[in-house]
């Protein structure tokens, strides 16, 4: 399967507080891929550069199998973007912006803009500098919806829209990938709405990539266990990473990939519990393995 989006050893630093990368990673076309984690983690920043908003100091970019920014022009015109930081104020109201994204874009569906204004109920009168927050954000999701574009990137799309508003999009975002062809890279710390549609996932944490691939074989790889031993040298080296302890006892995050809880046995650990994962404590696991990776230290 070809890739709509390739991050090559990609990187680039934010004064002296925050890097990001280098991350390595491949969006297949077709695919619903979310970029999650907590606030801070890297997504925005990820997805801007994808867009050219800021260039890597690193690395290299292809949007749709062609290289960026070389081929900036025809990228933009096969991509669409939503972002809570787009502003269409300086075209005043809502049908004026319509216009101008309509004449630019010869991949425009003007039928699909009319129901989509009917759905979300945002209308062409509406001044955009009295649109609420959430109604800016419907505004720059029927304009990128609109469009027959083949790569859709949204940057957290769904905040501060009702939810009912949340629902109608999701099933709008469904319906745009019937298209094979079409692909859709969304970041999102909500990992209720990234549970609803994605197919793939890549979690971030500090500008890191610590995992990515498609949901289900991410929830087949990881194990939480609870584990006991006073020997402080029976924790394999690497497949198992403590976030909680307490005197002998502790959990960890165990990688199936690496290790297997027969090595653990193995080893003369003693397994309490073995225990599967929803996406939603996988990621909540992960953030916490990361940030409190450490030694085990046994009493």
């Given amino acids: 399967m070809s890739a709509a989006v390739e991050l090559k050893r990609v990187s680039r630093s934010f004064g002296e507080d925050f890097s990001l990368g280098p991350l390595t ?7 619903i891929f979310a970029l999650i984690g907590p606030n801070g983690a890297g997504k925005t920043s990820t997805l801007n550069l994808t867009i050219g908003a800021g260039r890597p100091q690193t690395g290299e970019i292809e949007l749709l199998g062609l290289p960026f920014p070389a081929r900036e022009a025809d990228i933009k015109r096969r991509v669409g973007f939503v972002s809570p930081e787009l502003d269409y104020s300086a075209w005043r109201t809502v049908g004026r912006a319509i216009d101008f994204v309509r004449d630019f874009y010869p991949d425009w569906v003007h039928t699909r803009c009319e129901r989509l204004q009917r759905l979300l109920e945002i209308h062409r009168t509406q001044r955009i500098a009295e649109l609420s927050f959430g109604q800016r954000t419907k505004l720059a999701l029927i304009l990128a919806l609109s469009r027959e574009c083949e790569l859709l990137i949204l940057d957290e799309p769904t905040i501060g829209l009702d939810p009912v508003s949340k629902r109608a999009i999701f099933v709008e975002l469904l319906r745009f990938m019937e298209n094979e062809s079409h692909t859709i890279l969304i ?9 609803r549609i994605a197919d793939h996932v890549a979690l971030l944490n500090h500008g890191k990539l610590l995992t990515a691939s498609p949901v289900d074989e991410l929830l087949e790889r990881y194990r939480v266990v609870e584990i006991t031993n006073t020997n402080a040298h029976a924790l394999p080296e690497q497949g198992v990473t403590v976030f909680e302890q307490r005197d002998a006892r502790a959990r960890a995050l165990l990688d199936l990939h690496v290790t297997t809880p027969q090595l653990l046995r ?18 909540l696991t992960l953030i916490r393995s990361d940030d409190a990776r450490r030694p085990w230290r046994p009493y």
């Fill in 25 to 31: 990673l491949s969006v297949p076309q077709g695919a």
């Fill in 187 to 195: 970041s999102s710390h909500q990992l209720g709405d990234v549970e």
């Fill in 266 to 283: 193995a080893n003369g650990l003693d397994l309490i519990s073995i225990t599967a994962l929803t996406l939603e404590e996988l990621f």
